[in-house]
């Protein structure tokens, strides 16, 4: 691949660096990678990645953009309240950058599309707020072997790490059961600090790229929780669960589930 003139003037601060160089750049253009949820954590994570030339981008997500959203979800506009937020999303990539290839999944995903949804697709990134769709997307990149970046926002906190199968934990292994309901709030019954998934997303899309490049350290094994009202990040180490029924060793979760009744059963 011989880059444009344009893209070597787009991509030089990229370029110049030696851990990634012309070499690192291609491979960022030729990557695919999902984006699951075009909210608070998609948007700064969607801005980055499309920034930094990744040459496909797959975005996930049926809902539409409310005047709500606008505190946070920063690639849709006062505009674009009512239109789909995979559209808008679109649009404001292509602004950033015509390299992109944006493709849109106007759907909701479950046990029965998720493998094709993921399939084409070098990395994962779970940007959504709920928990069947969280052990959902956990169980999907597992069985298809995907690495998978996770992030969460709640309040004033948020948290990120990285799920490579096979080198290191999933989700069960962190969440092994979903919390009882009411315990956890929605952001929408408690409340979200505006700049918060702002910092998430950024993280998930920096560890997305390191991905990609095969270059620094992961977050995989590390759970890093940031709080915003202190202004301090924690750092968590994460291990494997023997006992975990996914990656385990005698697992018993082999195949996807109905993950809303799961999560209803276990509430």
Known sequence: MEFTEEQIKRYARHIILPEVGGEGQIKLLTSKVLLIGAGGLGAPCGYYLGAAG???LGIVDFDTVDLSNLQRQIWHGTHDVGRYKVDSAKDSIARINP???VITYKEKIGSE???????????VIDATDNFPTRYLINDACHFMRKPLVYGSIFRFDGQATVFLPEEGPCYRCLFPTPPPPGL???CQEAGVLGVL???VGAIQANEAIKIILGVGLTLNGRLLIYDALDMKFT???LRKDKTCPLCGETPSVLDLIDYEDFCELKN
């Open 54 to 56: 990744v040459g496909t």
């Open 235 to 237: 750092e968590m180490k």
């Open 197 to 199: 998934p702002g910092v």
């Open 113 to 123: 599309n998720i493998k094709d949804l993921i399939g084409g697709y070098d990395v």
């Open 184 to 186: 956890v709030p929605s």
């Open 99 to 101: 390299d992109v290839n």
